[in-house]
């Protein structure tokens, strides 16, 4: 550590300003001062994430990958578990089975990991400039050759371990027989998992199309779940599935096509399990499966769901009110699918870029998106092909989409139109749904002036939440709650509390 402070031109206590500043971009709270660093010197092992993030910024002073290890420091838990895009798809295997593992056991490390914004850069990038997997078969998963490391395009530095936000922290240590080791709480076994009792024989599951459209058809039963109950009820069920059931698949053999279609629909699922884990806010974790998800996309050499994946991402940064990268996050899925993509999916990606602008109350950006939304959905017949996730994106859809973004920019009377018009449009499946649009039609009345039709219409929502497991449904009406402040004294607002504290919601 002594030789590199030199090299980087830090002094001790420029060293520990810098470990500081990129501790707090990722919620972490340190000062550490210059006494700090003489200790470290002196042999002092810094504890929980420190030395991942003391690695960073050496990594990003002197433009090269370095470790806790080269610094001297202990290995532990790198800051960016989980948000790495892997090199290979075995290593992406690896890697989210790893956390499917960790996400069904009885501790709930995973569910507390924090969202980080820094966590976006690298692997939208990666995905965006990345060439598609050149091999994905397993004809013989014994034999090495069978997943070859995939070429980076010509003067791209694109491995996974030579790049991160400024740098990224390395795979902290490796796993004998395998090119994924430990991660911050999403360490892989130190064995394969035993082959499932029905797949012994030859010892791997052989692959067919009816076992892809199992998967399929298992993603379309928890979507409809989650549409109707919340992401709670049937979470852990997902991820059970996926650990004892797409893994062995995965690990299995199979063909280019099969492979490609196989690791499209995990994508499908493993997007569904981080989408069901932001439902009930587990949003460090949410976000670690989105980009697996990811990162499996591009095995499947499916460009417009990665695109997919990146607006969901999107979604997420939107929430936490991160608006800036959500407008990055969609821009990128634009920039990556291009024009070619069916105008139902350029719709999707345009209506979350415009979400993006009314989080940071940019008025006529915010339009302009929403205007290219519409023109593009307007544009789709019908007949024509879409992705089946898209198909959702529907007239319902963009009039929810309209009634945020003026909802954020404080324009109260388009807000409630496009929320009424939502819930006229919005089948009673997508119950989840209509609760955020009954919230958002509540806060837009509120914000008009009619309390008691705006606390009668937050009733409607809050009867509805009560049978869900959606802790964003509980956000939407919290949110209305707090924007009641200054009527607490009208009989209407007092009996809205009753009942949302009766419900658990306040």
Do not use: N
């Not at 989105?290 to 460009?303: G, H, N």
Request: contains cysteine; positive net charge.
């Amino acid at each position: 550590m002594a030789a590199l402070i030199e090299e980087a031109g830090f002094s001790h206590a420029g060293l520990a300003r810098r470990v500081d500043q990129l501790g707090l971009e990722h919620g972490l709270d340190l000062r550490y001062d210059k006494t700090s660093v003489t200790r470290w010197l002196r042999g002092q092992q810094p504890r929980g994430a420190t030395p991942a993030l003391i690695a960073e910024v050496f990594t990003r002073r002197l433009g090269r990958r370095l470790g806790a290890q080269d610094l001297g420091l202990d290995a532990c838990a790198p800051v960016y578990a989980g948000l790495e895009f892997a090199e290979t798809p075995t290593e992406a295997v690896d890697i989210v089975s790893s956390m499917w593992r960790k996400d069904t056991g009885p501790h709930a490390e995973l569910r507390r990991i924090a969202f980080t914004p820094a966590g976006l850069v690298v692997p939208s990038r990666d995905w965006l400039i990345g060439r598609t997997d050149e091999r994905v078969a397993r004809e013989d998963p014994q034999d090495p050759a069978a997943q070859p490391a995939r070429a980076p395009a010509a003067g791209l530095r694109t491995p996974a371990r030579q790049l991160g936000p400024g740098g990224r922290v390395p795979l902290q240590g490796r796993r004998p027989g395998g090119p994924a080791a430990g991660r911050a709480g999403i360490r892989a076994d130190a064995e394969r998992p035993a082959p499932h009792p029905q797949r012994e024989g030859r010892g791997t599951l052989r692959v067919g199309r009816g076992d892809i459209a199992a998967v399929r058809a298992v993603g379309d039963l928890f979507r409809a779940l989650d549409h109707a109950y919340g992401g709670g009820h049937a979470r852990q069920a997902l991820v059970r599935y996926l650990e004892s059931e797409a893994e062995p698949m995965l690990r299995g053999r199979y063909g280019e096509s099969v492979g490609r279609a196989l690791f499209g629909a995990v994508a499908d699922l493993t997007r569904l399990a981080g989408w069901t884990s932001f439902d009930i806010a587990a949003h460090g974790l949410a976000q670690r499966y989105f980009v697996q998800a990811l990162r499996l996309s591009q095995a499947a050499s499916d460009r417009v769901y990665g695109g997919f994946v990146l607006v969901t991402m999107s979604r997420q940064a939107v929430h936490l009110g991160h608006g800036r990268e959500a407008v990055q996050l969609a821009r990128v899925a634009q920039q990556g699918v291009g024009t070619a993509a069916p105008t139902g999916v350029q719709a999707l990606m345009h209506a979350s870029e415009a979400r993006g602008h009314g989080v940071l109350g940019d008025s006529r950006s915010c339009t302009g998106a929403l205007v290219r939304a519409e023109r593009c959905l307007q544009a789709v017949r019908p007949g024509d092909e879409q992705p089946s996730w898209a198909r959702s994106f529907d007239e319902a859809q963009l009039a929810a989409e309209f009634a945020l973004c003026y909802r954020d920019l404080q324009q109260w009377r388009l807000c409630a139109q496009h929320a009424e018009k939502s819930l006229r449009l919005r089948s009673p499946g997508y119950a989840r749904s209509r609760v955020f649009s009954r919230s958002v039609l509540a806060t837009a009345r509120l914000g008009m002036g009619d309390v008691d039709e705006a606390c009668a219409v937050a009733t409607e929502a809050l009867r509805a939440a009560a049978e869900m497991r959606s802790v964003r449904a509980v956000e939407y009406l919290r949110d209305f709650h707090r924007r009641l402040s200054p009527y607490r004294g009208s009989t209407v607002v007092r009996a809205f509390e009753e009942a949302a504290r009766a419900a658990g919601i306040v």
